[in-house]
């Protein structure tokens, strides 16, 4: 247990002296040579920010299938994606936030992605939304008829 605390009193006094060669940092006041504040320093990135409004067209709106298509999509992304309707903005990879929206059709929401995937992530929930989540298809087939291959009429 002294052996520990030793070979770490040691790396943090070579990590201090290494340290004090550092040059200055433009806009920092003073170097840190704390060494907790520097283990918990992450590398800083610009993540990209891709922004879009989008028009629900679908007739029922972001009800539970195209909200699940929605999130399904999302979730296949890293960036963190967020939609806005109103007053309410939500975790787009959430099911019960884009339900809690009850954005209907007609509706404007505002789609953000932030990160390294952000432009493709808004690009496929853009398309799916302009493929009115899939749903023309059901729409268009005369009443009774299923994919399933099941009728809703009744025998004669």
Same mark, same amino acid.
């Given at each position: 247990m002294v052996e520990s605390s030793t070979s770490s009193r040691e790396e943090k006094q070579r990590? $201090?002296?290494? @340290? /004090?060669?550092? &040059? #200055?940092? &433009?806009?920092? /006041?003073?170097? $840190?040579?704390?060494? @907790? #504040?520097?283990?918990?320093? #992450?590398?800083?990135? =610009?993540? &990209?920010?891709? #922004?879009? +409004?989008?028009? =629900?067209? +679908?007739?029922?709106?972001?009800?539970?299938?195209?909200?699940?298509?929605?999130? %399904?999509?999302?979730?296949?992304? %890293?960036s963190q994606i967020l939609l806005q309707y109103g007053a309410q903005t939500v975790n787009a990879k959430s099911i019960v936030g884009v339900l809690r929206l009850g954005a209907r059709c007609g509706s404007t929401i505002h789609l953000r992605a932030e990160g390294e995937d952000a432009e493709e992530a808004v690009r496929s929930i853009e398309e799916l939304v302009q493929r009115n989540f899939d749903e023309e298809e059901e729409a268009d087939r005369p009443q009774g008829e299923s994919t399933t291959g099941i009728s809703s009429e009744t025998p004669a």
């Open positions: 990590f $201090s002296e290494r @340290a /004090a060669t550092w &040059p #200055e940092v &433009p806009g920092r /006041a003073e170097k $840190s040579t704390h060494w @907790a #504040e520097v283990r918990g320093r #992450e590398k800083e990135t =610009i993540m &990209p920010i891709v #922004e879009r +409004n989008l028009v =629900i067209t +679908n007739k029922v709106g972001l009800h539970a299938r195209p909200a699940r298509l929605l999130v %399904q999509t999302a979730a296949l992304f %890293q």
